[in-house]
């Protein structure tokens, strides 16, 4: 089954509020986690890293009040998109790194947001 | 910084015709890891190879294989007699340093069409 959780998988909002995106590891402890964001037909770029306990750290050219990131738990990241805008509409996807010992990351399935 | 190129944006055969999908990377650090993914229609990103900087060795798994190359910097993907359900598109995703679950950067993607 999934490790990582992700929700909600579609979101549809009118311009102007704000989207909050969930993102768990089901059974392990993420000390960090990763957003991306995937325009259609493109390759995912990394947004933004996220630490447990502190700030989040992002990429160049992401908008930090834009995008807010809260890792308030070994489990949970949330990525809050505010006063979304049609052109935030994208599929957001986060990851966390795997199980100690399989070292590799396993990816939500992705939030797809649309703005109306 | 880090880049991962892969040349071909659509590759359509017809089903059981082998394909291989190209991924060429750049990087100054000697340690990393290089993915390959696969995006189904759903979104969900799906792993299916992991490879370290110091492992040349090519790996089978059932109808993939997987060929990587540090002299020419390419992580080359073949899929054996193709099916409809290797439709999707596959990301060459590479990172860098010490562990394999640090950020990844990918490459634009190859979208695999393969027809019955």
């Known amino acids: 089954g999934a490790v990582v959780s992700q929700h909600p998988s579609r979101v549809i909002c009118k311009s102007g509020t704000s989207v909050k995106i969930e993102c768990r590891s089901l059974?392990?402890?993420?000390?960090?986690m990763f957003w991306y964001r995937q325009f259609p037909k493109q390759s995912l770029m990394l947004m933004a890293t996220?630490?447990?306990?502190?700030?989040?750290?992002?990429e160049q050219g992401v908008e930090k009040d834009k995008f807010l990131i809260n890792h308030a738990s070994l489990t949970l990241s949330t990525l809050t998109v505010t006063s979304a805008h049609p052109e935030d509409s994208s599929f957001y996807i986060c990851?966390?790194?795997?199980?100690?010992?399989?070292?590799?990351?396993?990816f939500g399935a992705g939030t797809r947001l649309s703005v109306l | 910084a880090q880049k991962v190129t892969q040349a071909q944006t659509e590759i359509s055969v017809v089903e059981k015709e082998d394909v291989t999908l190209d991924c060429v990377y750049e990087?100054?650090?000697?340690?990393?890891?290089l993915f390959w993914y696969k995006q189904p229609p759903s979104g969900e990103l799906v792993f299916l190879i992991r490879?370290?900087?110091?492992?040349?060795q090519n790996e089978i798994s059932g109808r993939y294989s997987w060929n990587f190359q540090k002299s020419t910097s390419s992580f080359n993907f073949t899929i054996t007699a193709s099916q409809v359900v290797d439709s999707a598109v596959y990301f060459c995703?590479?990172?860098?340093?010490?562990?394999?679950?640090?950020?990844?950067?990918f490459g634009q993607g190859t979208i695999l069409t393969v027809h019955p």
């Open positions: 990851s966390a790194p795997g199980l100690a010992g399989i070292n590799i990351q396993y």
């Open positions: 059974d392990f402890q993420a000390t960090t």
């Open positions: 996220s630490n447990e306990g502190s700030k989040a750290t992002y």
């Open positions: 990087t100054r650090d000697t340690t990393y890891y």
């Open positions: 490879r370290n900087s110091f492992d040349e």
């Open positions: 995703a590479l990172s860098v340093g010490g562990t394999s679950y640090g950020k990844l950067t």
